[in-house]
């Protein structure tokens, strides 16, 4: 954790809340994203060695997020936190217990009461976190088990993940000029496709290639699992007509599926999220929306689509407006 960064972890018995000040050196919409996506939130939330295993999530007002907490020895540890308030990009609160993989709530431990409040300042990100107890013996309870040192573990997980994502956002693209590309994905040999086309358009690559081992600040403790660190994140190989082939792998670890035939997108970069929109939904008319537009970690508007007619479009908008 960099040293100039707020932490504060503190004990109100006489409220029975627990109140933590986190900050982190990256902008309010990547903390954001990082606290309400699952596929995110199971790169850091569980203190190491123990790795987070989402089952369901639905980050809305009455919605659950269930997950497991799982050890080295693969022994699952089950949780729930119900969604009561949220507010985008501002706060959320939410009730979590222990639980059995089906969601039942272990009464023996008490629910917490989570309150989160986000705001940002000179892309510095502060979080504010109460959780409230009913009973006094309750938190202390839970801080019996270890609380502080789980949480304080975990939140320097997300002071690397983030760290990483912000060296990746800052790496991409950062001409907003509207393009337009053609976008591949594969298995897990993305490199061994994209050096064959190298070589049959005698180009170069731009910006290198990325691997999703590189969204990791220590290499020894990554925020992928070990299988995914050296496949290809992101790959751009200019071809013929300033027309620019893109790719990256799926893997099956991430919960990906590729269908041959199917893994190729024409991929859009207009120049305003305005512009964004007014395709993605004129495009979706009549066709299926496979994720809707939302902003993404690596900083990108990002939307997918199969239109009325079979054809797969992404749009990626990198525009702050």
């Not at 969604?83 to 501002?90: D, G, L, T, V």
């Not at 950062?174 to 496709?193: I, K, L, Q, W």
């Not at 013929?240 to 919960?255: I, R, S, Y």
């Amino acid at each position: 954790m960099n040293s100039n960064l707020v932490f504060n972890f503190s004990v109100n018995k006489e409220n029975k809340t627990i109140l933590v000040k986190r900050e982190f050196a990256a902008t309010l919409d990547l903390v954001w994203a990082a606290w309400t996506q699952p596929e995110q939130l199971d790169q850091w939330w569980a203190p190491k060695p123990y790795q987070t295993r989402t089952k369901s999530m639905d980050f809305r007002e009455g919605g659950t997020w269930l997950y497991a907490m799982v050890s080295p020895e693969n022994v699952a540890h089950w949780c729930r936190a119900d969604y009561q308030k949220i507010e985008a990009h501002k706060s959320f609160s939410a009730l979590d217990a222990f639980c059995d993989e089906h969601g039942t709530i272990n009464s023996e431990f008490p629910r917490m009461n989570w309150t989160n409040m986000f705001s940002e300042k000179n892309q510095i990100t502060t979080i504010n976190i109460t959780i409230a107890y009913v009973q006094l013996a309750d938190l202390e309870k839970i801080i019996a088990l270890g609380f502080k040192e789980g949480f304080t573990a975990a939140l320097g997980n997300l002071d690397q993940y983030l760290k990483a994502q912000f060296k990746l956002r800052n790496q991409l693209k950062t001409d907003h000029t509207a393009r337009v590309c053609t976008y591949v994905n594969f298995p897990g040999n993305t490199e061994e496709a994209f050096l064959f086309y190298k070589k049959v358009f005698k180009a170069e690559f731009n910006g290198g290639i990325q691997r999703f081992g590189d969204l990791s600040v220590d290499a020894n403790h990554p925020p992928v699992a070990e299988a995914v660190k050296k496949m290809i994140l992101r790959v751009e190989l200019p071809i013929l007509g300033n027309h620019v082939l893109m790719g990256t792998d799926a893997p099956k670890e991430m919960g990906f599926t590729v269908t041959q035939g199917n893994n190729m997108h024409i991929s859009l970069e207009p120049d305003s999220k305005a512009e964004t929109k007014r395709i993605f939904d004129e495009l979706s008319v009549g066709g299926t929306v496979t994720m809707s537009l939302q902003d993404m970690f690596w900083g990108a508007y990002f939307g997918s689509l199969t239109d009325r007619f079979g054809i797969n479009w992404m749009v990626n908008c990198l525009a702050k407006k």
